[in-house]
Nanobody, 126 residues
Framework: QVQLVESGGGLVQAGGSLTLSCAASGGTFSRSTIAWFRQAPGKEREAVAVSWRSTGRTYYADSAKGRFTMSRDNAKNTVSLQMNSLKPDDTGTYYC???????????????????WGQGTQVTVSS
């Protein structure tokens, strides 16, 4: 059973930065696809960044490209999300998700992930 714990959320002004962290236990972290999702009130959960399991290559949603950087440390079973130039639209609950069997084409689909953290709130004020 995989357990994920996110941390690092908070309140920041527009243009500021935050770094989120996710610590995993159980499972086979190094052979898993790991993703950061976010969900704003009244909106669907959307992928922000995904680290594909076999290559470790990271893929970003258009909204995150150039501003967010995802890093994973397989030795420590941790993943981070460095977020710069934050905008009010980035406000939401950010989740870490892990799955070891999803197919490549579904990596941005929240339904494809079996394990989720409890989320950490990010609020960007204008």
């Amino acid at each position: 059973q995989v357990q994920l714990v996110e941390s690092g959320g908070g309140l920041v002004q527009a243009g500021g930065s935050l770094t989120l962290s996710c610590a995993a236990s159980g499972g086979t972290f190094s052979r898993s696809t790991i993703a950061w999702f976010r969900q704003a009130p009244g909106k669907e959960r959307e992928a922000v960044a995904v680290s594909w399991r076999s290559t470790g290559r990271t893929y970003y949603a258009d909204s995150a490209k150039g501003r967010f950087t995802m890093s994973r440390d397989n030795a420590k079973n941790t993943v981070s999300l460095q977020m710069n130039s934050l905008k009010p639209d980035d406000t939401g609950t950010y989740y870490c998700a892990v799955d070891s069997t999803l197919i490549f084409s579904s990596m941005f689909d929240a339904r494809a992930y079996d394990y989720w953290g409890q989320g950490t709130q990010v609020t960007v004020s204008s």
